[in-house]
């Protein structure tokens, strides 16, 4: 082989080349894109239809097997709670993880095995989780099943992600900053509390809102934990509760039309409440960046 | 406000490995001290174990006696927290707090730190932005973010947020190093005018800037690779300069290594 020296023009091999990977990443990215418009497309063309007040404002209560009509209204009021529930508990237990593991933890034993059980805990399938509750929450202890029963299931879930996700924000604060607040005669923990935490604010929230995402549409722990009903129940301390996941699977089941369009309303209803606690999420991370006051 | 560092038998160590081996020293109130020497001779770090920021590192530790007017920085019982608020540190890289506005960053030391109103915040905020000659450039932006200046306006930030705690000892670890040579004379002018109130202690790889700052210079050097660093000598800057006492000095100042 010989070797080129100079400068040459681009080879017909090359540009080919270019070309074919070119279209090949293309290719790729459509192929990643169309089942996520197509899930679009299908559930907004098939739940707009049911989309109306009746749906947000009504629960199942009294509603024939083949009767119209009907909403979502007890399912979209469990869902929030239990999504907020959970969020309670999984949020301050992962963050407060997450901060021991890279502030405290220093690769010591203890927080390698925090690290090991947590990436084990992401790898725990949902109806799991749920299966733990039933087993030991509600069988064992003898409690009822309920919507805090579900978001004990769902902070399962969620409490690695959180864990992982704030690791990785908080190791990505520079070392600088730390040790420019300790030269100011600043204790660890007010360093943490006052310096690092505020400056991963925005990823720490941005990956709240995707374990937020996750257990939103989680249905297999629910079953097992909260139940189904078509009443509303408020409390999501006491008896049995909806969420919007459970509704759509419970409506989808049932062999009439109306029923099938009302669960395509529901996931509509879902994406639609996930979407927007990402958009409150993304406006806090704004008025909280130092970019606005620029 | 000012007082004197006496260092006696220092070693420090990462891990195993020991970095720095057998200094004794003693650094003069209100004048300036330069460390100088090749990288990784250990004057950093050195410079890290006066106010215990060394032991900040995984693993770090060190062996000997720091003292501050008699006592001693690394006894049993004290504080390192104090120590730091004690003597402040300005670092290579201009680091000021990403989310904090000019103002919250210069009061960042005393906020995190207690209690104080809003008239005595603003009191130091200009006081010690006066000090480090940037008032006039900021005073009418207090509100916006640090980050948003230029290099040489950070590193000048980041020093008036050292001052703003009241230190009696001043640590500058090559304040220099990322900026441009206009903004250097800005901190140049500025430790001068520094040295009435304060000790300051500055690491340099620029020998001139050594030569132009520095009432005494210390000279570090290792004997090879993988060995501890020590100090060489330590004397006036213009003997050190001039017609310092050791052959590695001489040779290292002309330049014949390093």
């Known amino acids: ?294 | 406000m000012a007082k004197q560092i006496e260092v006696a038998g220092l070693d420090a160590y990462y891990g195993s490995h020991k970095a720095i081996e057998g200094i004794s020293m003693t650094i003069e109130p209100r004048s300036v001290t330069a460390f100088i020497g090749p990288s990784g001779c250990g004057k950093s770090t050195f410079l890290r174990t006066l106010n215990r920021m060394h032991e900040v590192i995984p693993g770090a530790r060190v062996v000997g006696k720091v003292r501050l007017e008699e006592q001693d920085l690394y006894g049993a019982d004290v504080d390192p927290v104090s120590v730091r608020r004690t003597i402040g540190m300005v670092f290579q890289r201009p680091n000021p707090f990403p989310t904090m506005s000019i103002f919250d960053n210069v009061a960042a030391g005393l906020r995190l730190n207690g209690r104080y109103s809003r008239s005595q915040l603003d009191g130091v905020v200009e006081e010690s932005l006066k000090g480090a000659n940037l008032w006039n450039e900021v005073k009418d932006r207090l509100n916006k973010p640090g980050a948003g200046l230029s290099g040489g306006q950070q590193q000048r930030l980041c020093i008036a947020r050292a001052i703003a705690v009241r230190p009696q000892v001043l640590l500058m670890d090559e304040p220099c190093s990322a900026l441009d040579p206009i903004s250097t004379l800005a901190i140049e002018d500025l430790i001068s005018q520094l040295k009435q109130d304060y000790t300051i202690v500055i690491v340099t790889h620029n020998m001139q800037q050594a030569a132009r700052v520095s009432d005494k210079t210390a000279f570090f050097n290792l004997a090879a690779q993988g060995q501890p660093g020590k100090l060489v000598e330590m004397d006036e800057t213009s003997k050190i300069f001039t017609n310092p006492a050791e052959k590695a000095t001489e040779d290292y100042i002309t330049g014949r290594f390093g």
């Open chain 1, 1 to 294: 082989m010989t070797v080129q020296t100079g400068i040459q023009p681009i080879s017909a091999a090359r540009r080919a080349k270019d070309r074919l990977v070119q279209v090949l990443v293309y290719l790729a990215f459509a192929l990643a894109v169309i089942p996520l418009l197509s899930v679009l497309w299908l559930v907004v063309k098939n739940g707009l239809g049911r989309f109306d007040m009746e749906f947000l404002t009504h629960s199942m209560r009294n509603i024939g097997a083949r009767d119209a009509g009907g909403g979502a209204y007890h399912a979209i009021i469990g869902t929030l709670e239990q999504v907020l529930l959970a969020s309670l508990i999984a949020v301050p237990i992962g963050l407060l993880t997450a901060v021991y593991l890279v502030e405290y933890g220093e690769g010591g034993r203890l927080s390698r095995t925090i690290s090991f059980f947590v990436d084990v805990m992401t790898g725990v399938p949902s109806v799991v989780s749920g299966l733990f509750v039933l087993a030991f929450w509600i069988l064992v202890l003898g409690m009822p099943f309920s919507g805090f029963a579900g978001a004990l299931a769902l902070s399962i879930l969620m409490m690695p992600v959180v864990v992982r996700s704030a690791e990785e924000m908080l190791r990505l604060v520079p070392r600088e900053l730390r040790e420019a607040s300790y030269a100011l005669g600043v204790p660890k923990w007010r360093t943490i509390v006052k310096v690092v935490l505020p400056t991963a604010f925005t990823g720490i929230v941005t990956g709240v809102m995707l374990a937020v995402a996750r257990v939103a549409g989680e249905t297999a722990p629910l079953l097992l934990t909260v139940f189904i009903t078509d009443s509303i129940n408020n409390d999501p301390f006491n008896g049995p509760q909806m969420g919007l996941p459970l509704y759509v699977f419970d409506q989808a089941g049932r062999p009439t039309d109306t029923a099938i369009n009302r669960a395509w309303t529901g996931a509509l209803t879902l994406i639609l409440i996930v979407m927007l606690l990402n958009l409150v999420a993304r406006l806090i991370t704004w008025w909280r960046s130092p970019a606005r006051r620029r």
